[in-house]
């Protein structure tokens, strides 16, 4: 035990003299939680939509009514009028408007007549998050204009009654588990992945064999300081990220013990599996290459972006072996949902399982290169 704890004290005294080092390692995802987490997930404001009105009569007025309603208030679009349909599709194309409405000539009288007349809407489908956004909000104008003045006296029309189990959500709040268990990731790629493949390229493990210290211990100490530097980065950042998304989860003790459960599991597992692809690497560009198509290959798939439902089958099967795919299901049942113990004893299952069966496999791989 002694000789493993040398080997602890000695990982993290590297660690703790180069701050700069887990400094760098939450960098990147507190940006990408800011950024990203402003960036989508809002709701469109101020898009440009050209209006054409052939028929200035009173039916058409109110649709103008109602398209200024909507700038004056949520603010979703903005109109501006223009005279001919030709110009408006012009600006459409160039990226001067978002999308074009045209009202036709003679549309009040066939609304009048109830001849059901047609609104054109011309929109830049281009970006499909904004063209639909846009076509949401202008078919329930539409549904507007098409209800009844005077309302039956007995609503005999199926409802849908909607209730929301948990407040309003933000990106923010949505994007911040996986951007903890990114920080994790990036811990354990540097200050274990590359900085154990260079201690080997130094020779530093070879200082190793000439003490009494067994293979074993060497595995665990060296795992162990790789965790404990993940569990910093873990913490770091879900404190430091709830208080920026504006959540209260850390202010919940029995909230606080799990986060930090799903935090140490995740971290031995995360430190398993690079480790166990590190054991047998000797180059030092390597896990350099590798981090960005791990990366890509970890994390994407976890279902920390967009849910795991919407994948096709071939990127399920990734998602469920992934330890990012429970790490981040485990963060989000207690920092956004506050579930409990009994919502994530699974993910905590897989985890630990999924690393201690990684350093299993890797310390004979390991033994083999003494």
Not at 190 to 211: N, P, S
């Amino acid at each position: 035990m002694n000789r493993m704890m040398a080997i602890i004290e000695r990982e993290m005294r590297k660690f703790f003299r180069s701050p700069v080092l887990m400094l760098m390692s939450m960098m990147l995802p507190l940006v990408q939680l800011v950024i990203l987490g402003n960036a989508f997930g809002g709701k469109i404001v101020n898009a440009r939509v050209g209006l054409v009105d052939y028929d200035h009569g009173p039916e058409a007025v109110k649709v103008e009514e109602d398209f200024a309603a909507v700038g004056a208030t949520i603010r979703t679009f903005k109109t501006i009028s223009y005279d001919n349909e030709r110009q408006a599709r012009v600006d459409v194309q160039s990226g001067k408007l978002d999308a074009a409405v045209i009202i036709p000539a003679q549309y009040s009288r066939r609304v009048e007549a109830g001849d059901a007349p047609d609104i054109g809407l011309v929109v830049d489908n281009s970006d499909q998050f904004l063209s639909s956004s846009l076509e949401a909000e202008l078919q329930s104008i539409v549904d507007a204009l098409n209800a009844p003045l005077i309302p039956a006296p007995v609503n005999n029309k199926i409802a849908l009654d909607i209730v929301e189990l948990y407040p309003y959500i933000s990106y923010m709040k949505f994007l911040l588990p996986g951007l903890v268990c990114l920080a994790m990731y990036v811990s354990v790629m540097i200050g274990g992945g590359m900085l154990y493949i260079d201690d080997k390229a130094r020779g530093v493990h070879e200082g190793y064999l000439v003490t009494p210290i067994t293979g074993l211990e060497l595995v665990l100490g060296m795992n162990i300081a790789g965790a404990l530097k993940a569990i910093l980065s873990g913490i770091s950042l879900a404190v430091i990220g709830t208080l920026m998304a504006g959540m209260g989860s850390i202010f919940h003790p029995v909230q606080d013990l799990e986060m930090l459960a799903v935090i140490v599991v995740t971290s031995i597992a995360f430190n398993g599996m690079m480790f166990l692809m590190m054991v047998r690497v000797d180059d030092p560009l390597v896990p350099r290459a590798m981090f960005g198509v791990l990366n890509t290959l970890l994390f994407f798939p976890s279902g920390a972006i967009y849910p795991i439902a919407a994948f096709p089958p071939w990127l399920h099967v990734i998602a469920v072996a992934d330890p990012f795919t429970y790490a981040v299901h485990g963060l989000q049942q207690v920092l956004i949902k506050g579930a409990g113990f009994v919502s994530i004893y699974q993910d905590l299952l897989f985890l630990a399982a999924f690393g201690v069966g990684s350093l299993m496999i890797a310390t004979p791989l390991f033994k083999r290169t003494l």
